[in-house]
């Protein structure tokens, strides 16, 4: 038996740091959106217990592969009583890496709703974003599916409402290491506190975006090619990424050429409502 799932990537419309805990982790406020840009993952019933990562793409391995911890967690959390249960996994790469645009979390998302109905699970949302929590802070965002406002370090969500937007999404065919970005001394660890539930696509800032840039210069060429196209740029998650609602086609196609012509990565997507396999798993909280 096969599934062939989409794995969507998100942006954060803001992303604040409010402060850091005692154990070193940084308390941050955010709201997230999934987008149409989109991994494909292929999983592949196994009854021999092995989860195998096939045809690995470029710089990805079963070892750091998150979709691959993704299955062995699940297997870890049912124990015995899915023994003989593994997966093929087969991923087909669109999100870029490093770009804070959530392509590895939302695999591994994917992968554990889809896990969940191929191996016959039947466990709830909760206990995905509880497993997922241990795999990465945006894992439990992906389960749960919907605009959330985020708190805490990643595992407080609330729903929000979020009307659907088309978005220039540009990429600057380099990454940048999450954990470089937030250890960077300059960082403001202290943003001032404004979620609520009243969505709009200019409020806040991105708290990581001037060390990003400062440790990526070539985003501040991007950011002034869309600048310079008539877009108002933010960056997504740590980086590299940068996004601008934009409404005229015109502007779209004058922003695109434009990008492309800069040898930037650069894609016309939209915002989505809820994850295509919401109905992967049952809840009560949404």
């Known amino acids: ?32 959106v999934l987008i ?13 217990g092995k989860v195998v990562l096939i045809d690995p793409p470029a710089g990805i391995s079963e070892e750091n592969d998150l979709a691959c911890r993704a299955a ?91 009307p659907r937007a088309r978005l220039v999404l540009a990429h600057p065919r380099v990454g940048l290491s999450t954990l470089e970005v937030f250890r960077h001394p300059l960082l403001d660890r202290n943003q001032a506190s404004s979620a609520n539930s009243q969505f709009n696509w200019t409020s806040g800032i991105n708290s990581l975006q001037s060390v990003a840039e400062l440790i990526a210069p070539i985003t501040q060429n991007l950011v002034r090619e869309m600048t310079d196209a008539g877009l108002k740029p933010r960056m997504t998650g740590s980086g590299s990424a940068y996004f601008a609602p934009v409404a005229e086609n015109s502007a779209v196609h004058a922003a695109l050429a434009k990008l492309h012509a800069q040898s930037f990565d650069a894609w016309v997507v939209h915002s989505i409502d809820r994850h295509p396999l919401h109905d992967f798993a049952k809840s009560s909280i949404i």
Not at 1 to 15: G, H, V
Not at 36 to 48: F, G, K, P, Y
């Open 36 to 48: 149409s840009l989109a991994d494909t993952v292929e999983l592949t019933l196994r009854e021999d």
């Open 1 to 32: 038996m096969k599934l062939i799932l989409p794995a969507p990537a998100k942006i954060n419309t803001f992303l604040h740091v409010v402060g850091r805990r005692d154990d070193g982790y940084h308390l941050l406020e955010s709201v997230m």
């Open 72 to 162: 062995r967690a699940l297997q870890a959390h049912v124990g015995d009583t899915r023994a003989r249960l593994g997966v093929d996994i087969r991923l087909t790469k669109r999100i870029p890496q490093g770009a804070g645009l959530g392509g590895g979390s939302s695999d591994a998302a994917t992968t554990l709703l889809g896990l969940n109905r191929l191996w016959r699970m039947n466990l709830s949302r909760e206990v995905l974003m509880q497993i997922g929590l241990t795999l990465g802070a945006d894992v439990p965002f992906f389960v749960y599916g919907r605009g959330a406002i985020m708190t805490g370090i990643g595992d407080a969500l609330r729903t929000i409402t979020v």
